[in-house]
């Protein structure tokens, strides 16, 4: 990396720190010449255009007087943000210019509300974009589209007859299989909602929060998963998100008002909540068997994946009406 970072980013050349986490991509810390960098190489995709679509919607975001930042790629000395690798396996790399900030604390939710007003913003925002290029990356209610190995046969098989690694997990499997047979019917009503482009992956490990405040959000990032889909998706999958935290009641509520403050969400579409929240979870599993199936996993990370989903599926049944509520009322409280 330290040498594909002198051929095309010359002017950043330091040492790199590599960064742990993420399931899609690795990121390095950039230092060097005064300045600082985030480097990424994308692992799960060789698609050129979906990248290049995520540059556009960040170069975008970048002409708009936002509260909060954006990661804005760096040109190459040729002028490209994006660079081939000719080893790796043909992987992509882009260079980010880095952004001041520090993740929030795993059990730490008082960024809540301030979330809800950045992520209401974003929301209005990119509601105006009509960029050239087209999104990549399908709405989220296009299961069958976005996960070609896991067809309605297949996950049904795998859910009632799990295969040798997924014995012990039968009875998650079972209620995974149940609510995704239950959303599958009712998905093809959310192509009459409102639709604009949604950052699509929003939550705590995909924001900063800033240095002197951790209650203040600082920087919303990873756009990679960008697209065209129903607007009211964005705070579904936030709210989702928030299932299991010690202080969830508060920051459902918080966020609520936040977003409520930027963004006024019709019936219809606070009506199609709870069953958008369940497509999320179900995603989230259909994402992880995609990737156990095509060999890209060892089956320790679906049989983690397949626990979590299933006990967040548990608690949405219990609190989707609640949050569906919160969010009534804080469109109605005075902003």
């Not at 986490?21 to 994308?42: C, D, H, M, P």
């Not at 998706?233 to 966020?255: C, H, K, N, W, Y």
């Not at 709870?274 to 995603?283: E, G, H």
Request: hydrophobic fraction near 40%; aromatic fraction near 8%.
């Amino acid at each position: 990396m330290e040498a594909v970072l002198r051929r095309h980013w010359p002017a950043w050349n330091g040492t790199l720190q590599k960064r742990t986490g993420g399931w899609n991509n690795t990121t390095y810390f950039v230092k060097g010449n005064g300045r600082s960098g985030v480097l990424r190489v994308y692992d799960t995709h060789r698609d050129r255009d979906k990248i290049e679509f995520e540059h556009a919607v960040l170069q975008a975001l970048s002409k708009h007087s936002l509260s909060f930042s954006v990661p804005m790629p760096m040109r190459t000395v040729t002028g490209e943000t994006v660079v081939q690798l000719e080893k790796e396996g043909g992987k992509y790399v882009c260079l980010f210019d880095y952004i001041e900030g520090k993740s929030p604390l795993e059990q730490d939710s008082s960024f809540a509300y301030s979330f809800g007003e950045v992520t209401g913003e974003l929301s209005a925002v990119l509601a105006t974009f009509k960029l050239e290029l087209a999104p990549v990356y399908r709405p989220y209610y296009a299961l069958q589209q976005s996960y070609p190995l896991c067809n309605q046969e297949i996950v049904r098989e795998v859910c009632l007859n799990p295969p040798e690694p997924l014995k012990a997990l039968q009875e998650e499997l079972r209620l995974i299989g149940k609510v995704y047979e239950e959303i599958t019917d009712s998905l093809h009503a959310m192509e009459e909602l409102p639709h604009q482009l949604v950052h699509g992956d929003l939550n705590a490990s995909n924001l900063l929060v800033k240095d002197s405040d951790h209650s203040q959000v600082a920087a919303l990032l990873d756009f990679e998963f960008c697209t065209l889909d129903v607007r009211v998706m964005e705070p579904a999958v936030i709210l989702s998100g928030f299932l299991g935290q010690p202080e969830e009641t508060q920051a459902v509520r918080d966020f609520c008002q936040g977003f409520s403050r930027r963004v006024h969400l019709s019936s219809d579409e606070i009506d199609a909540l709870p069953v958008l929240m369940l497509l999320r979870k179900v995603d989230v599993f259909l994402h992880f068997l995609s990737r156990f199936l095509e060999g890209t996993d060892q089956p320790h990370v679906l049989q983690e994946q397949v626990k979590q989903v299933s006990a967040d599926l548990l608690q949405l049944s219990d609190r989707g009406s609640w949050i569906q509520e919160e969010l009534v009322l804080a469109g109605m409280a005075p902003s």
